[in-house]
C-alpha cells in the first residue's frame, strides 16, 4: 500500500473521520479512491451504514493501521477517504455570486470561511494565491465539510480573476471609514463579487480603481474584526438583500 | 525573580506582546505589576515610547530572558507584562446590553467572540462555567487585545446569571428552524441579553422557558455555523437595530 503525508502538488488528498467521509460521498463519489479502516474497529450502526454504502458503490475500504499513523496526527479517527482533487471552474452565471479571497493565510479561517459560504449559499469561491491550501486535510476539516459542497478556483493574480469577469460588481472589503457602510449597501441582482484581503495586510488600496470600497461598521477599540468574522458578516449580510 | 507557568488559578495573567502591553496599560494600567523585556532587545521607535510611558508610570522593567522561556512558548514576543487579574461585574444598566456564552470551550472561539464584542460596542459579557479561561494568555491573545475593553464576569450556572438579571429579555441562539429568524427581530431598547451554547453542545431546549429562541438562517449543507461566526453575525446585526 503505497502511502505518503499530504502534500500541496500531490493529485490527491484525504478526508480525516467519518463525517468528512460521509459528506465527501454524498456529494462528490466519483473522487474517491479508497477508504481506510482504523484497524481493530468495531462499527457502530452509523459506520456500518456508511461502510455498507461506500461498498455499495464499489469503493474498495481497507483496515490498516498504517494509514492512521501516517494521515491522522491527532490519531483520533476511524475513517478516512483518499480522493481525487477536483479541478473546477467559477459559475460565470449573473445568478451566482462569488465571494473572492486574496492571499488567505490560515487554514482555520479559510475553513471557517468556507463552512459560513455554504450556510449563506455563496457556492462560488475564488483564491488568489499564494493562500493556505483549500485541500488541505486540515483545512478541509476546519470546513466540516463545507468545502465539498462548493465550486473553487484558485488565481495566480487577482488581475487573472478580474478579466475572468468584466461584467461582475466588485465590492471590496476595507478598513476605511470613509467607504460605503455594508448596511447602507444595496445591491441590484447576483452579479457581484464579495473581494476580502490577507489576515494581516488586507486588500491593495489601488482596488477602488474597480471595486466599491465596503467597511463594516465597528469600534475604534479594535484593529479589524478576525478574517472569517467580517467575511462570514458580509456574507450574511447580502443574503438578506 | 519568583515566576511561573499560567495557571487559571493565579491570581495574575500576562501579555504577550507590545500590542497587548499597550492596550493593557491604555485601559488598565493599576492593573500592571511588572514589565519583562527580552534581554538584549535593540528597542525600535515604537517599544522605546511605550517603554517610556510604562516608566513615567512607575512600572518596573526587568530585562530578562527566563520570562520568555517561561511563559512565551513561540518565542517571539519582545515585552510581556504581568498583571493582576480584575474581578469585574456586569453593568446592570438597561442601557447595556449583554452577551450571554454557557460553557464556551475553544480559546480561538472565546478570544475572535470579545474582539467583536469589543467592535459592535458589547462591553459585557458573561460567562457560565465550566469554560475556557478567559483571562489565559492564549486566549488574550486570541482576542488581540479586545479582553481590555471588556467587563466579563463568571457564573457558576446560567440560572445564577438568570436570578442576577430579572427585567432583562433573553434571546437565545438556537439551531431550530422554527424559532424566530434573527432578520425578523425587532427588539427595543438594550435591556436584552444574547445567549450562546458550547460549540458542540449548544444551548438546552429548556431555555425556551424562559427565552426567545432565535435562529440565524442557514442551508441545511451544513451543520451549523462556528460559534464565534454566529456570535459575532448576531452582535453585528443587534448593533444595526
Redesign the interface.
Known amino acids: 500500500m503505497k502511502l505518503s503525508r499530504y502534500k500541496h502538488d500531490s493529485d490527491v488528498s484525504y478526508a480525516l473521520g467519518a463525517t468528512l467521509v460521509y459528506e465527501l460521498l454524498k456529494t462528490h463519489p466519483e473522487l474517491i479512491r479508497r477508504v481506510f479502516l482504523r484497524k481493530g474497529t468495531k462499527p457502530g450502526d452509523d459506520l456500518t451504514t456508511l461502510l455498507e454504502n461506500l461498498k455499495a458503490r464499489h469503493i474498495e475500504i481497507i483496515e490498516t493501521s498504517k494509514a492512521f499513523n501516517v494521515l491522522d496526527a491527532k490519531d483520533s479517527c476511524l475513517l478516512i477517504a483518499e480522493f481525487q482533487k477536483p479541478t473546477e471552474q467559477l459559475s460565470i452565471s449573473p445568478d451566482a455570486p462569488h465571494l473572492v479571497l486574496v492571499n488567505p493565510s490560515d487554514a482555520?479561517n479559510l475553513g471557517?470561511i468556507m463552512?459560513?459560504a455554504?450556510?449563506?449559499?455563496f457556492q462560488n469561491i475564488a483564491i488568489v494565491t499564494p493562500a493556505v491550501d483549500y485541500l488541505n486535510p486540515k483545512t478541509i476539516r476546519a470546513s466540516?465539510g463545507?468545502v465539498f459542497?462548493l465550486n473553487i478556483q484558485e488565481f495566480a493574480s487577482f488581475d487573472a480573476y478580474y478579466i475572468s469577469q468584466p461584467t461582475r460588481t466588485l465590492y471590496a472589503f476595507m478598513l476605511d471609514e470613509t467607504a460605503v457602510k455594508l448596511?447602507d449597501l444595496h445591491p441590484t441582482g447576483q452579479n457581484f463579487a464579495l473581494i476580502f484581503g490577507n489576515e494581516a495586510s488586507g486588500l491593495p488600496k489601488s482596488l477602488v480603481a474597480i471595486a466599491q470600497p465596503v467597511f463594516?461598521?465597528?469600534?475604534s477599540?479594535?484593529?479589524s474584526?478576525?478574517l472569517?468574522?467580517a467575511t462570514?458578516?458580509a456574507l450574511?449580510?447580502f443574503?438578506?438583500k
Open positions: 482555520g471557517t463552512r459560513s455554504a450556510a449563506f449559499g466540516m463545507a459542497h448596511p463594516i461598521p465597528q469600534s477599540n479594535v484593529d474584526l478576525n472569517s468574522v462570514s458578516i450574511y449580510q443574503r438578506q
